[in-house]
C-alpha cells in the first residue's frame, strides 16, 4: 500500500509574506499523522498540485523553499526526490506572458506549436512566464520539466 501526502495552492509572496502560523498547524498536523491513521506512519511521496507561488516570480520560490517544502518534507521523513509537482495558474509570470503573441487558438494546430518550439527563441520566449518554476525544479534536483515535454513532443 502507498500512503501521500496532497498539498496546493500555498501562494507564497516572498520572504516578507509570513505564513508561519499556517505552515506550523499543517506542520503539526503532519507530524500527528498516525492519530488518523497508523498507516500514515511511513509516507512514500508528496503532491504539491500547483500555485506554490503567488506571482511565478524566483522570491516567491525560494522563501517556498525555504519556509513551505523543506519543512514539510522534513515532518513527512520524505526527500525532494519523492516530491513531485506540478505547476498551477499562479506559478507562471504573468507579466512575461503578457508579451506573447502566440495565443490559446493558435496552440490548438500542431503545426504552429511544433514550428514554434523548433525555434529556440521562439520556444524561450513562450516558455519565458515559467523560468521561475523552472529553476525551482532544477533546485530540486529534476531536469526541467517544460524544456524536456516541449522538445519530446515536437520530435514526434
Known sequence: MLSWIHLSDWHQKGASFDRKVVRDALLEEVRNRTRISEELEKLDFAIFSGDLAFAGRDSEYQSARKEFIDPVLNACGLTTDQFLIVPGNHDLDRTLAKGLSLTLVEFADRDVL??????????????????????????????????????RHVAD
Open 114 to 151: 511544433a514550428d514554434s518550439f523548433k525555434n529556440t527563441d521562439r520556444r524561450n520566449q513562450i516558455l519565458s512566464p515559467m523560468a521561475a518554476y523552472s529553476r525551482l525544479v532544477s533546485s530540486l534536483g529534476r531536469t526541467t520539466p517544460l524544456s524536456a515535454y516541449a522538445c
